[in-house]
């Protein structure tokens, strides 16, 4: 006689719904409402978690409160030289406050890295170029340090950045910083601009009309609220990039993060798992679609 | 560390919401670990002018010295949360404000009704003094004070499910009563929070947890007249124990109407 | 000589018994508040003998008859859902220590060994989409892993069933390890796998007539004639049709409650919340079933992206008969028509997946 | 002797349900002013209960009080159900005995514990008494918790419950449920046994005072759900002649609504209830009274607190009797239709006697409806007790001691101010 089967039990660590412990090494406060944090992971079987790429994100969790999604900023250096995970937060509601409350020694959930990062491989020996629109773009920022920190894979350097307010600009020294490297362009526009700002006044699809493309040999990552990648992507196309060469990170209300939930679907894709980074053809006849 | 300091304050009301504290057993003491209850008139404790962090406030306002009362609270109080049908939207009170005939019902009742001071309406706590929170239901149940003072602990503002009865009573694995019996049940407008109490017991649901998000009450209502309900038993469905919130009141009014004009009702 | 295949009814307390001695729970259908739901089963009395269903949309009643027969029904409001997909469980626990870490504790699931008897073949197809949903889910699998399924070939579909066009009835063909064939005098018993085949051998079958497999055949012809079946329609085409007026009228008639997700045997969307102790030293993680006609279920912050009832259902029908197909590889629907049973308002998919393929007049 | 003016005003009772003031002046060791006002504001139940439909009742009285919400609902349907040719079935009247006695359990657990106890231990309030005796309050928080839990069993949850309906029930509980129940009750009686002796030992004040006695009476059990009047004047009523006897009128000086019996104050309530139904005993409790010297009938309103622990024996008993025999039923009740008509109902609601009266029209709507809740009974002989308790005590006692005197007074009738259906006392207008 055949026993009835008995499934083994999941075993703790490789459980991918369950966190693990972070330590807030230090906390930033990059405007108003950004600020960073620098996260130390304490159980050292968990290193692996920092083969976070650009354009993935983790589930951070405080503790007692819940679980939001955040992209990977970067990663930075502890005073030891010890590698550490950075996450830039923008607090706008319950959870995004809760960890904003929190100070270094605190601990906070992780878990991750989930999603696909930008196509690393793929811009490999192209040049590359991040549209963004809207606040502290996340995915935008750990692209542009990660293709400095690996200068000589990639050739020129393009970075366009949109923001409804001059004001809003976020880590402008960072940006100053890119504009002043070799084979690197930076062209910022704002809406709205207060005096004294240096850059253009006006949408960033304007931006995409001046400049200097390489249409068949250019990636483009691409962040920002829809309708934004939507006329950026249209506009690179319409300066002969191809449309696969062209990668949207997008958004959509997440519960686990491991495709199951049903939250992010965006059509047929998961956006937590087939996401967060798409490439526009992928996206294309979705966009925009009312309530899709 | 200093203890969050709180009151519950009574305004009209059956008490039952306070008893949402009274009735949690030993958990109350544990409360008393982590809260410090300042007022709190059925439990004991009396200062009603306190400062505190967080007041609960049962009931509505009827009166004007309930009104006096409540901007005193309000002004006392750094975080007050409304608790219940009566502090949320009048509560079953409120239905004397659709017929405006509150004086001929004073008249009828009291022999010295020149003693009886009251506002012609009932009023929800938010129509006269900020709220931050406002828990609905008839009443409140414990989950949902612990819930939020537990929220409010962690410094997070607790959070406002909205959804509707019939969520609960699916994962609840009730059994649909309009389906199974075609008896008119408030489920689909009725915002969650009793754990789909009547259906688990097999009946309707009438709407004590107020309305949900995007309440479809004039599809409801359809409904019920196609279950067979007469224009006025569709009216008071609506018009309960949330009788003044907006979807609730405005649906009620429509059959309200259609019944006084329906000469064979 | 032909093998035996035959359980007369008599015999179904010996397939009952086989189950037990084999360490199995079993549970079935019974007759709870005017539905069929699935309850421990101790004896056949409790089956839900001589009883037959009357389900429209937006209706569904139970009828009594003398008939000896007790799967003469099509479907109780849930499928196997709730018994793998828990409407709402804990997934971990987390702990503030005193010096300020935290520590996680996973909260596992050890299900019984459990047998369910009368399983028809549309919540079996669902459940091998849940199957594939799910497939690496910890606290899913579980469950899954610890059933025996004992399918019954529906032979009284009811007037909202329409398995026999989407090919997922009335007659069970995949997922399950013993199936039963009901006549008025018992069952013809099949097997599949090693576990169904062990139960086989043990079970005191007879040989079955020539008459007897007339019937069946007979009444499989029978229960394949549907009132219902799924209209034709362009899956990949059903999101694109987003302002064909077919969304506002059916917006005007649905309520928004969700019914339909949480009695399809193949949806599968949760929500997660945290119920943190009094004493905030120790939180549970939970999940709930959640609904793509919830407010939450599209919010990101600072916008609804289905602020309303017509882009709700948008989303249900499109996914569930479209993007599904892309997803998993065929549609979500197994025809099992509980959501227009137990829609309260009696709203049919099919009627709007047909009204979907009329010309609209706004789109080119 | 110098002359001596005090003046006591307590705008807000605490440890009472619902909102009420006191206030009393004494000068030259007169009292000269004596005044318990209930300022909670009259909520007209009665008037929206016309244009109901009788199967709309239960839902909304049971809103008139928080804290007694099922003796609202039974008294409705005894009224509304006596307009019916039917009866509910034997299943149905049991349970209904059965979730009354919840409701007992957990108001007299509730009064006992968190209102009645501090007073005479000297305590502001039982959380702070708490740190004291915590296990004299667990134990009343268990008792009160399995009073409720009582209730739950069949209306879903203690306050507000959703179960009742006319002709029985909505929903049957499970077996096992009930068993489970039954014996976590079983398990309590010990602590209840205690909580009697316990209360019985206190140093309570001995004050004999002349009162009428009023309470329903059943020939064959300790009435709660149902049962006839009966006064110690000897008078044995049916509920509609209640209004033959019992009036509701107007002080001069308060717009209260006082009720008299044939012109006298009268008591309500568990003291009441023991004194006219203590032979109904069962024999455990019977012997208790013994073991503890109390002499029935009793004319010291403080024995209240004993009786109360006494009545907490009971029903604990009686719901463990009730459960016991628990059988499933085919259906939790009968379709009782109602005949046009009026109908009077009672039944003792932990606090006291509580009396519906419904008028039904043809439609099957409410015409009229009027509902009188032991506390407005009880209004007339709690200030008569105020006013003897504290001549006989002295009304040269400090000021500290009247209160405390005056407020355990009041506190000992558990009066419920929340279900003002139609009754309102304002404080005394000020010139
Ligand atoms: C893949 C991805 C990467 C992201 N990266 C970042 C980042 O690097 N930095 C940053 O500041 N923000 C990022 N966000 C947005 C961030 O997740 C939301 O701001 C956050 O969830 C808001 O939570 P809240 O509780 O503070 O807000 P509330 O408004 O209180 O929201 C309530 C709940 O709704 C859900 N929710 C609300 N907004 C979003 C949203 N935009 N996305 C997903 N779920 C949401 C969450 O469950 C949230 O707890 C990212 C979102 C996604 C999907
Ligand atoms: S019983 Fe009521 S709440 Fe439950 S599903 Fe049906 S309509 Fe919704
Ligand atoms: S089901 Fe409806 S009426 Fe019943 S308790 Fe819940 S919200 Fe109130
Ligand atoms: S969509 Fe409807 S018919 Fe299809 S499987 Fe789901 S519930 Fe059954």
Redesign the interface.
Known sequence: MTAPVRYPQPSLTCNPALPTEALILDRVQETEDIFTLQLRLTDPHQEWRLGIQPGQFNMLYRF??GEIPISFKAIGKDKHGQPVLEHAIRRVG??S??LA?LKPGDRIGLRGPFGTGWPLQKAKGQDLCVVTGGLGCAPAVSIIEHAFANRSHYGHIHIIQGVKHSADLLWRNRYEFWAQQPDTTVLMAADVAAPGWPWYSGRVTELIKLLPLQPGQTLVCCCGPEPMMQASAEQLILRQVPAEAIWLSMERNMQCASGHCGHCQFGADFICRDGPVMPYPRLRDRLGLEGV | MTRPRVAVH?F?????????F??L??????????VD?LHF??????D?SADVDIAFVEGSL??P??LTRIRQVRANSRYLVSIGACATSG???A??NLDGN?DE??D?????PE????LKEVRPIAAEVRVDLELWG??V?STQI??A???L?????P?DD???V??EC???????V?????IP?M???TRTG?GA??P????DC?G?YSPS??A?TA??AR?FSGLGLLPD?IA?RFW??NSQAPPFLQTGRVFHRSAASDPDD | MPAADFLPRSRLPDLLAVLKAQGYDVIAPQV????L?YRPLQHCRQLPTGIRQQQQP????LIATDSPRQFSWANG??ALK?LTFA??ETLWRSHENDDGTLSFEEVPVSPPALAILGVRGCDLAALALQDQHFRDDPYYQPRRQSLLLIAVDCSHPAETCFCASTGDGPKATIGYELALTELDDGFLVRAQGARGQAILKALPLDITAPAQRRQARHQHRAACRQLRRLPSFEPAQLIQQGRHPAWDEVA????????CT??CPSCFCFST?E??????QTSSHQR????C????HSYIHGRHIR???RTRYRQWLTHKFGSWVEQYGRSGCTGCGRCI?????GIDPLQVLSRLSDADPDEP | MTSRRIRIDVP????????GSLRLEVRQDQLIELGLSI??????????LEG??AE?VV??VA?????C?VAYQISALNALESMSRQMASPWVRSMRRAFYCGEWL?SHA?HIH??AL?DFLGF????AM?ERH?NM??RG??L??LG?ALVRLFG?????P??A?LGGF??APAPDEVTALADRLKAAQQDAGDLTRFCASLPLPDDPQTFICVALHHPDRYAIESGEIRTSTGLNLSANQFEQHFHET?KPDS?ALWSDLDGQPYLTGPLARLNINHPQLPDFLLTRLGEIGLELPSCNMFHSLIARALEIELVLHEAIQLLNDYTYPKSPYTALPLEPGIGYGMSEAPRGLLWHRYELDEKGLIRAARIVPPTSQNQARIEADLHHSLTTMGLDNGEDVLKLRAEQVIRNYDP?I??ST?F?T?KK?ET
């Open positions: 007692g409160v319950r959870i406050g809760a409350a | 009574k009209s009301s059956c008490d039952g919401c306070q008893l949402a009274l009735n057993g030993e958990t109350l003491l544990q409360l008393n670990e982590q209850i008139l059925e439990a004991g404790m009396n009603a009827s009166t010295d309930e509560g079953l009170q239905l004397r509150h019902w004073r009828a009742i009291y022999a010295r003693f009886i001071r009251t008839c009443p149940s612990l819930a003072i537990r929220a602990l962690f410094g997070v503002a959070v909205r959804d509707r019939c969520l699916k994962r609840q694995q009730a059994v649909c309009m389906v199974t019996q075609g049940c489920g689909p407008v009793c109490l009547c688990r017991f097999g009946r009438y004590c998000e995007t479809q599809t409801l409904r038993a008071r309960l124990i | 709870i508040e005017g539905a739901l937006g209706r569904y009643r409001p849930q709730p409407p709402r005007d008639a649905c309520l928004g409650c969700g019914n949480s009695v919340s119920a943190p102790d009094l004493n905030g709930q079933w959640d609904s006609f919830s407010e939450g602020p309303d009832i049973s137990w829609c309260p308002v | 807000a009772l605490t440890r009472v349900e619902g909102e300022f909670e504001p009259p909520r007209y139940f009665e008037k929206f109901r439909e709309e839902d909304i809103r008139i009080c928080g804290i919400p957990q509730l968190l209102l501090p502001e309030n039982a959380i708490a915590p309050v667990k928080l268990k009160q918790g409720n879903g949850r203690s306050v507000h959703v179960g309906r909505h929903h107007h717009t419920c929340s279900c139609h309102l304002l207008v």
